[in-house]
């Protein structure tokens, strides 16, 4: 399968907006036709070219090499292909996307997968803010896909969330889940505080304890057969988490009764 | 010098606004103020209409009004991604002003209130 | 989705019962807001002044606004979120955890109490500071006061309003929201406004070095903003508008000496309820005005050669 | 100078129905003839006089109060992309002041009518009117639940009461009188509603709504303004209203007035789940009325914010809603609630309110009565004015649109009975000749020798929403704004205002109560003269004893 690789030149000194990174757009360009789509350094155009050395056609498959760390929008709005980033990810990384499968192996800045509808993210290192969420006003964050990071992240990780999956290996900022409709969050190694302020409905799943917020209510212990059928889904995209009856229970909390909502916090309990 | 008394003078210092102040001028500086509170007064009497500093600098030098203008007006064309900041203690017509200058610009422009 | 529930200050003046300060210190950051706005003031259904209202100071520490408070509320650093969080649940009559809920520094008899008052309230202000809106949570403590005041209003009327420092910024609010939609953190780089906080507010764009030339006005950072901040303005060219040469003038690279506002230059501010007002200067300044020296910034870059205008690709790209 | 020739003149105000004449401009103004300058060829076009909006929220610390809360809204709309000769901005249900006079321009409307002004915030309402560019711009006064006005109204002085009014007219530097909810904004402050006519309003003794419409509607009269009392009325929005408006219709009798939106204030039924339209009697009921002036205030489906100083009501749809709510009360004067709102289809209300808007502009016989609005930003975005002109003009389009509806919604509206259908004539009435003549401008909504030189040419197309969406020609005051849907060249517009008399001394009536009630000084509540912008001042008719 072809493959279209970008290299960046060298790392702008202010951000570099480019949503025409994206399967969508290139898939179906010549090379000088991928070379000369317009970027914005800040407040001025350029091509494409200024910044990447380009390699090959369009094509469905981005490979995009160097620190774009400052690189704002790959893949915005994206429906179908992938793109390997073979470093850092800047901002909106996904944001807006539909389908296909965006990888990072460096960390990404915040805001990635922000009001995406389907497709995967996954990030090897860290990502910033808002992974997952709402921008500001809109009633629901992402509402579909699934986003995995395989370090911690930062605030507002799946803020106002609908539907879909966010899986975070390392510790996980505050307000987690904040007003979230619909949806898993499973935070490997917990979150710091206000996990699942003002949530109305979803799922958080912690394995490792949290400190809750008054306003949750302790409800039974269980250990749903929904989740062991996740765990066995989250498996196959290269996650794990114990989820056999005999390996422990979950405490099931509701919540934020603030609002009032009917969301959940499971936080796992090893047997001994 | 001539003494001026201004009634229901605005004051500026804090988000109170209070515009119920009497101020008493020589024409150099206010001399009293009414009704203002202790930041107030403070506020009103630290400015003068003295020429205490250089009408305008350009890299530390003193700089006519005319050469300084040229001199911003050529690095905030020729920046990427310029900033308009603060905005705070500066009038509505300032502030309107900027944010058509930020436009030309193509910056970004912030005030207080992000902080 | 709460929402934003506010009054001019003469409403509080003449219509407030209960007046509830949160992160806020008035006495000494807003010295006349006791006596023109708030408390002290006989209203139009507030007979008595003083003795018709009750007020509540909620703060981390003692300040001396305490004592102009009926009753004062301690709350542990870093736990107004919890505290308003749990007052929403209780005003709602839904259960809280007592223990979780001490760790705020307040008893459940406090908070209930509270909530019991801001029910029983004729017309009830929350007023919250700095304290409030600059400690962890930042934004979202905001947001849960002004949700907690729409929300009061199923039992009766309930507004809120942040107490504004430096003179105009709610003009640079206002007059943001007419010319861009948004009411800070605009970037207008593709020709038109975009709005993100967090990515287009000051200290994070200086902090990751994100712009390469700044103008400030009306504003020090050089003496406020945390110091990566303020190395970045001493790296890219920085122009200052300002009355005084300041510690920002001395780090950029052009400044400008203008007229004081309100001093001696006139125009027009708004006031921390977004009421405007008329400046009536009492000098006359050697220097212009920064109305002045922005537009003829503004005509001198409008004579070089105007940029490619912004190409649309899609719909905004946020 | 300029001339325009060939085109199909439709000029209500002259009689002009679809004749081919010439138009000559020369400084702003028509004129029998020119000589030299610039000729539009408007063969195959049809010329309209500028479009001119009775009722709209286009500036003001209501409408910039929404602006801040609906971010997703102005994302979702396309901006507005600066360019050498427009300023960039947003769109959508709240544009940013120059995009609004864009949008208005770029569908032939020149002049437009703020209607609602607390005089405590005029200044900022001027502020932004001027930053609103092309358009000629009124505004209206807010004034029923003036509590100093009110007092006096209660005890019974009519006499001070009209010299308070028109000396808040005159600090306001507005244009006409705006009554919202008439003591019901008041009672808002203590979280109640004024929802009959004939009770005494929260907060005061013995004061009705009644009374306070009565004496504005007088008061307004009295002072000969050029534009009635504009009266929102009493219970907008809720199911049986109609009840209301007729009774409030009844009560103005022996007055002229204009009611505002009177889409809202035309239901029946009990509750929600039982709400229908009662177009049909209000209609007949308006007919029999020839004092009274209307606008539709029609509702189209999709996004929007709701925006009036209608607090109890605005407080109401949050509760139905859960979306966000805003409300700003303002000392002493009115409030203003925010509530972002979206019309379904498939919602029975919805599809009640859409009905309602069109039938009354199918029902009310008279074109010169009522106008085309949206109550803009509260039904639908003004820019989207073509859409309800097509539906107006096309009834097999009508019907269409009916199978989208609810199907329990079609047994509690008349629309699926009504086959009129608009004339390009009967159109140029209600967007611009009777708004025109309802606000008292004579020198606006029509083309005749002396008028202001506002028209618009569009191609004429059977593609209606196209034809009215994108105007070939727009000029503005003789100039040409817009040219095949771009803007050209960006006029200021005027501020038009009226100066009724008063009593000078009735300032040291208000000094003492305003020093007691209000929170700023006397000295800096009225709007000095300065701030508006090309001020057009509008004589008012000789006071009545």
Same mark, same amino acid.
């Given at each position: 399968m072809s493959k279209t690789i970008f290299t960046l030149k060298e790392r702008p000194h202010v951000p570099l907006e480019t949503e025409v990174l994206s399967p969508d757009v290139i898939a179906s360009l010549k090379h000088a036709e991928v070379e000369a789509l317009p970027v914005f350094l800040g407040k001025r155009q350029y091509r494409l070219a200024d910044f990447f050395a380009i390699e090959g056609d369009g094509s469905e498959e981005l490979e995009i090499h160097g620190d774009v760390g400052r690189v704002k929008w790959i893949g915005r709005a994206m429906t179908r292909g992938r793109i390997t980033i073979h470093g850092d990810a800047g901002m909106h990384l996904g944001a807006h996307m539909k389908g296909g499968t965006i990888e990072v192996q460096g960390n990404a800045s915040d805001w990635? &997968?922000? @009001?995406? /509808? &389907?497709g995967l993210i996954r990030v090897a290192g860290s990502a910033g803010g808002q992974v997952g969420a709402a921008y500001r006003g809109s009633t629901s964050g992402m509402s579909g896909g699934t986003i995995l990071v395989g370090g911690s992240a930062g605030l @507002?990780? &799946?803020? =106002?969330? =609908?539907r879909g999956t966010i899986v975070v290996q390392g510790v996980v900022r505050d307000f987690a889940g904040l007003q979230m409709k619909g949806g898993t969050i499973v935070l490997l190694s917990g979150a710091e505080v206000r996990t699942g302020a003002w949530m109305v409905r979803g799922t958080i799943v912690s394995f490792t304890p949290l400190r809750l917020l008054p306003t949750f209510s302790y409800a039974c212990t269980c250990n749903p057969i929904f989740l062991r059928l996740y765990a066995r889904h989250l498996q196959t995209l290269g996650v794990s988490f114990p989820s056999a009856p005999e390996a422990g229970f979950y405490r099931r909390y509701t919540g934020d009764g603030a609002v009032p909502g009917k969301g959940e916090i499971l936080i796992w309990h090893p047997q001994q | 010098m001539e003494l001026t008394i201004v009634k229901n003078a605005t004051c500026t210092f804090c988000g109170c606004v209070c515009d119920d102040i009497e101020l008493h001028a020589d024409g150099e500086r206010i001399t009293h103020t009414k009704a203002a509170c202790v930041l107030g007064t403070s506020w009103f009497k630290n400015h003068t209409a003295e020429r205490l500093y250089p009408d305008a600098l350009i890299d530390g030098q003193p700089a006519s009004v005319e050469d300084a203008i040229q001199a911003a007006a050529d690095h905030l064309y020729q920046a990427d991604m310029p900033l308009v900041y603060g905005l705070?203690?500066?009038t509505c017509e300032t502030q309107r002003e900027a944010v058509a200058l930020a436009e030309l610009i193509g910056g970004v422009i912030d005030s207080h209130t992000s902080l | 989705m709460g929402g934003k529930v506010s009054c001019t200050l003469g409403e509080v003046k003449n219509r407030a019962d209960l007046i509830i300060y949160w992160g806020g210190n008035p006495a000494e950051c807003h010295p006349r807001h006791f006596t023109k706005y708030t408390l002290t003031q006989k209203g139009r259904y507030i007979p008595n002044g003083r003795k018709d209202r009750t007020m509540v100071l909620v703060d981390i520490r003692e300040t001396p606004s305490a004592k102009a408070a009926d009753i004062f509320l301690q709350v542990r650093p870093a736990k107004d979120f919890e505290v308003i969080t749990v007052l929403r649940a209780l005003i709602k009559g839904h259960a809280v955890d007592p223990e979780l809920a001490a760790e705020t520094g307040l008893s459940m008899e406090q908070l209930q109490d509270l909530a019991d008052r801001m029910k029983k309230a004729r017309f009830g202000v929350l007023f919250f500071g700095m304290g409030l809106s600059m400690t962890r949570g930042k934004h979202m403590n905001s947001a849960a006061l002004l949700t907690l005041a729409a929300e009061l209003n199923a039992y009766t009327k309930f507004v809120a309003m942040p107490m504004r420092g430096h003179g105009n910024v709610t003009g640079g609010d206002v007059i943001m929201r007419w010319t861009t939609g948004y009411p800070f953190g605009v970037s207008l780089s593709r020709g038109y406004p975009r709005f993100n906080p967090g990515e287009f507010s000051t200290i994070d764009l200086l902090i990751r070095g994100d712009c390469d030339a700044a103008l400030i006005l009306g504003a020090d950072p050089g003496a406020t903003m945390p110091q990566p901040a303020i190395d970045h303005l001493a790296r890219i060219p920085t122009i200052v508008l300002d009355p005084k040469v300041t510690h920002t003038s001395r780090l950029a690279r052009v400044h400008f000496t203008t007229a004081a506002t309100g001093i001696s230059a006139p125009g027009t501010v708004y006031r921390m309820d977004e009421i405007p007002l008329p400046l009536r200067p009492a000098l006359k300044s050697p220097y212009p005005t920064d109305e002045e020296i922005v537009h003829r910034i503004y005509q001198a870059v409008a004579a070089k050669p105007p940029l490619p205008p912004a190409v649309m690709l899609s719909q905004a790209t946020m | 100078m300029l001339r325009i020739t060939g085109g199909k003149v439709y000029d209500p105000a002259n009689g002009i129905n679809g004749e081919i004449r010439e138009i000559c401009i020369c400084d702003g103004r028509i004129v029998p003839e020119v000589e030299g300058g610039r000729t539009i060829d408007a063969t195959g076009m049809v010329i309209f006089p500028g479009g001119v909006d009775v009722h709209t929220h286009v500036a003001g610390a209501a409408l910039n109060f929404a602006r801040a809360m609906i971010p997703e809204d102005h994302r979702r709309n396309q901006p507005f992309v600066r360019t050498q000769v427009r300023r960039g901005g947003i769109g959508g249900a709240t544009p940013t002041t120059y995009v609004t006079g864009y949008l208005y321009a770029g569908l032939g409307y020149t002049t437009v009518n703020e209607a609602a002004v607390p005089v405590l915030s005029a200044r900022h309402t001027h502020e932004e009117l001027r930053d609103t560019p092309i358009v000629d711009k009124a505004c209206c006064v807010l004034m029923a639940n003036n509590e100093i006005l009110l007092d006096l109204l209660e005890a019974g002085e009519k006499e001070k009461a009209q010299h308070v009014a028109a000396w808040n007219i005159w600090s306001a530097k507005a244009y006409g009188v705006k009554a919202v909810n008439p003591g019901g904004i008041t009672a808002w402050k203590w979280g109640k509603d004024a929802k009959s006519l004939n009770d005494p309003i929260p907060g005061y003794k013995t004061i009705t709504p009644r009374q306070i419409i009565k004496g504005l509607a007088d008061i307004v009269d009295s002072l000969g303004l050029p534009h009635p009392l504009h009266l929102h009325c009493n219970n907008l929005g809720a199911p049986g209203n109609c009840t209301t408006t007729l009774e409030t219709m009844k009560l103005l009798e022996g007055n002229r007035a204009h009611l505002a939106h009177l889409q809202y204030h035309a239901y029946g039924g009990d509750d929600w789940f039982t709400m229908r339209s009662e177009a049909a009697r209000i209609a007949e009921e308006f007919n029999a009325n020839p004092n009274l002036t209307t606008d539709a205030g029609a509702v189209l489906f999709g996004n929007t914010v709701t925006i009036t100083a209608d607090g109890p009501w605005q407080h109401l749809l949050y509760k139905l809603t859960g979306h966000k709510w805003g409300n700003l009360d303002v000392e002493n004067e009115t409030g203003c609630g925010v509530v972002p709102y979206t019309y379904k289809e498939k919602n029975l209300v919805n599809a009640v309110q859409w009905a309602v808007g069109l039938e009354l502009l199918l029902l009310i016989k008279d074109p010169w009565r009522i106008f085309l609005t949206t109550d803009h930003p509260n039904g639908a975005a003004f820019w989207r004015y073509p859409e309800i002109i097509h539906l107006l003009m096309n009834a097999d389009f009508r019907r269409e649109q009916l199978k989208r509806l609810a199907p329990k919604a079609l047994k509690r509206i008349y629309l699926p009975e009504l086959n009129r259908e608009y004339t390009l004539y009967e159109i140029a009435i209600i967007t611009s000749a009777g708004p025109a003549r309802a606000l008292g401008?004579?020198? /606006? &909504?029509h083309l005749g020798v002396g008028a202001d030189a506002d028209v618009a040419i569009y191609n004429e197309s059977k593609d209606i929403p196209h034809m009215f969406a994108y105007p070939r020609y727009v000029i503005k005051a003789g100039e040409v704004v817009i040219e095949e849907g771009e803007i050209r060249k960006t006029v200021e517009g005027k501020g038009i205002l009226v100066q009724p008399s008063y009593d000078q001394k009735v300032e040291s009536y208000i000094r003492p109560l305003f020093q007691q009630y209000y929170t700023m000084s006397f000295d800096n509540y009225p709007v000095e003269m300065e701030r508006i912008e090309h001020p057009d001042l509008r004589p008012c008719k000789q006071p009545r004893a």
């Amino acid at each position: 399968m072809s493959k279209t690789i970008f290299t960046l030149k060298e790392r702008p000194h202010v951000p570099l907006e480019t949503e025409v990174l994206s399967p969508d757009v290139i898939a179906s360009l010549k090379h000088a036709e991928v070379e000369a789509l317009p970027v914005f350094l800040g407040k001025r155009q350029y091509r494409l070219a200024d910044f990447f050395a380009i390699e090959g056609d369009g094509s469905e498959e981005l490979e995009i090499h160097g620190d774009v760390g400052r690189v704002k929008w790959i893949g915005r709005a994206m429906t179908r292909g992938r793109i390997t980033i073979h470093g850092d990810a800047g901002m909106h990384l996904g944001a807006h996307m539909k389908g296909g499968t965006i990888e990072v192996q460096g960390n990404a800045s915040d805001w990635i &997968g922000a @009001e995406m /509808k &389907g497709g995967l993210i996954r990030v090897a290192g860290s990502a910033g803010g808002q992974v997952g969420a709402a921008y500001r006003g809109s009633t629901s964050g992402m509402s579909g896909g699934t986003i995995l990071v395989g370090g911690s992240a930062g605030l @507002e990780l &799946g803020m =106002r969330m =609908r539907r879909g999956t966010i899986v975070v290996q390392g510790v996980v900022r505050d307000f987690a889940g904040l007003q979230m409709k619909g949806g898993t969050i499973v935070l490997l190694s917990g979150a710091e505080v206000r996990t699942g302020a003002w949530m109305v409905r979803g799922t958080i799943v912690s394995f490792t304890p949290l400190r809750l917020l008054p306003t949750f209510s302790y409800a039974c212990t269980c250990n749903p057969i929904f989740l062991r059928l996740y765990a066995r889904h989250l498996q196959t995209l290269g996650v794990s988490f114990p989820s056999a009856p005999e390996a422990g229970f979950y405490r099931r909390y509701t919540g934020d009764g603030a609002v009032p909502g009917k969301g959940e916090i499971l936080i796992w309990h090893p047997q001994q | 010098m001539e003494l001026t008394i201004v009634k229901n003078a605005t004051c500026t210092f804090c988000g109170c606004v209070c515009d119920d102040i009497e101020l008493h001028a020589d024409g150099e500086r206010i001399t009293h103020t009414k009704a203002a509170c202790v930041l107030g007064t403070s506020w009103f009497k630290n400015h003068t209409a003295e020429r205490l500093y250089p009408d305008a600098l350009i890299d530390g030098q003193p700089a006519s009004v005319e050469d300084a203008i040229q001199a911003a007006a050529d690095h905030l064309y020729q920046a990427d991604m310029p900033l308009v900041y603060g905005l705070s203690n500066v009038t509505c017509e300032t502030q309107r002003e900027a944010v058509a200058l930020a436009e030309l610009i193509g910056g970004v422009i912030d005030s207080h209130t992000s902080l | 989705m709460g929402g934003k529930v506010s009054c001019t200050l003469g409403e509080v003046k003449n219509r407030a019962d209960l007046i509830i300060y949160w992160g806020g210190n008035p006495a000494e950051c807003h010295p006349r807001h006791f006596t023109k706005y708030t408390l002290t003031q006989k209203g139009r259904y507030i007979p008595n002044g003083r003795k018709d209202r009750t007020m509540v100071l909620v703060d981390i520490r003692e300040t001396p606004s305490a004592k102009a408070a009926d009753i004062f509320l301690q709350v542990r650093p870093a736990k107004d979120f919890e505290v308003i969080t749990v007052l929403r649940a209780l005003i709602k009559g839904h259960a809280v955890d007592p223990e979780l809920a001490a760790e705020t520094g307040l008893s459940m008899e406090q908070l209930q109490d509270l909530a019991d008052r801001m029910k029983k309230a004729r017309f009830g202000v929350l007023f919250f500071g700095m304290g409030l809106s600059m400690t962890r949570g930042k934004h979202m403590n905001s947001a849960a006061l002004l949700t907690l005041a729409a929300e009061l209003n199923a039992y009766t009327k309930f507004v809120a309003m942040p107490m504004r420092g430096h003179g105009n910024v709610t003009g640079g609010d206002v007059i943001m929201r007419w010319t861009t939609g948004y009411p800070f953190g605009v970037s207008l780089s593709r020709g038109y406004p975009r709005f993100n906080p967090g990515e287009f507010s000051t200290i994070d764009l200086l902090i990751r070095g994100d712009c390469d030339a700044a103008l400030i006005l009306g504003a020090d950072p050089g003496a406020t903003m945390p110091q990566p901040a303020i190395d970045h303005l001493a790296r890219i060219p920085t122009i200052v508008l300002d009355p005084k040469v300041t510690h920002t003038s001395r780090l950029a690279r052009v400044h400008f000496t203008t007229a004081a506002t309100g001093i001696s230059a006139p125009g027009t501010v708004y006031r921390m309820d977004e009421i405007p007002l008329p400046l009536r200067p009492a000098l006359k300044s050697p220097y212009p005005t920064d109305e002045e020296i922005v537009h003829r910034i503004y005509q001198a870059v409008a004579a070089k050669p105007p940029l490619p205008p912004a190409v649309m690709l899609s719909q905004a790209t946020m | 100078m300029l001339r325009i020739t060939g085109g199909k003149v439709y000029d209500p105000a002259n009689g002009i129905n679809g004749e081919i004449r010439e138009i000559c401009i020369c400084d702003g103004r028509i004129v029998p003839e020119v000589e030299g300058g610039r000729t539009i060829d408007a063969t195959g076009m049809v010329i309209f006089p500028g479009g001119v909006d009775v009722h709209t929220h286009v500036a003001g610390a209501a409408l910039n109060f929404a602006r801040a809360m609906i971010p997703e809204d102005h994302r979702r709309n396309q901006p507005f992309v600066r360019t050498q000769v427009r300023r960039g901005g947003i769109g959508g249900a709240t544009p940013t002041t120059y995009v609004t006079g864009y949008l208005y321009a770029g569908l032939g409307y020149t002049t437009v009518n703020e209607a609602a002004v607390p005089v405590l915030s005029a200044r900022h309402t001027h502020e932004e009117l001027r930053d609103t560019p092309i358009v000629d711009k009124a505004c209206c006064v807010l004034m029923a639940n003036n509590e100093i006005l009110l007092d006096l109204l209660e005890a019974g002085e009519k006499e001070k009461a009209q010299h308070v009014a028109a000396w808040n007219i005159w600090s306001a530097k507005a244009y006409g009188v705006k009554a919202v909810n008439p003591g019901g904004i008041t009672a808002w402050k203590w979280g109640k509603d004024a929802k009959s006519l004939n009770d005494p309003i929260p907060g005061y003794k013995t004061i009705t709504p009644r009374q306070i419409i009565k004496g504005l509607a007088d008061i307004v009269d009295s002072l000969g303004l050029p534009h009635p009392l504009h009266l929102h009325c009493n219970n907008l929005g809720a199911p049986g209203n109609c009840t209301t408006t007729l009774e409030t219709m009844k009560l103005l009798e022996g007055n002229r007035a204009h009611l505002a939106h009177l889409q809202y204030h035309a239901y029946g039924g009990d509750d929600w789940f039982t709400m229908r339209s009662e177009a049909a009697r209000i209609a007949e009921e308006f007919n029999a009325n020839p004092n009274l002036t209307t606008d539709a205030g029609a509702v189209l489906f999709g996004n929007t914010v709701t925006i009036t100083a209608d607090g109890p009501w605005q407080h109401l749809l949050y509760k139905l809603t859960g979306h966000k709510w805003g409300n700003l009360d303002v000392e002493n004067e009115t409030g203003c609630g925010v509530v972002p709102y979206t019309y379904k289809e498939k919602n029975l209300v919805n599809a009640v309110q859409w009905a309602v808007g069109l039938e009354l502009l199918l029902l009310i016989k008279d074109p010169w009565r009522i106008f085309l609005t949206t109550d803009h930003p509260n039904g639908a975005a003004f820019w989207r004015y073509p859409e309800i002109i097509h539906l107006l003009m096309n009834a097999d389009f009508r019907r269409e649109q009916l199978k989208r509806l609810a199907p329990k919604a079609l047994k509690r509206i008349y629309l699926p009975e009504l086959n009129r259908e608009y004339t390009l004539y009967e159109i140029a009435i209600i967007t611009s000749a009777g708004p025109a003549r309802a606000l008292g401008l004579p020198h /606006k &909504g029509h083309l005749g020798v002396g008028a202001d030189a506002d028209v618009a040419i569009y191609n004429e197309s059977k593609d209606i929403p196209h034809m009215f969406a994108y105007p070939r020609y727009v000029i503005k005051a003789g100039e040409v704004v817009i040219e095949e849907g771009e803007i050209r060249k960006t006029v200021e517009g005027k501020g038009i205002l009226v100066q009724p008399s008063y009593d000078q001394k009735v300032e040291s009536y208000i000094r003492p109560l305003f020093q007691q009630y209000y929170t700023m000084s006397f000295d800096n509540y009225p709007v000095e003269m300065e701030r508006i912008e090309h001020p057009d001042l509008r004589p008012c008719k000789q006071p009545r004893a």
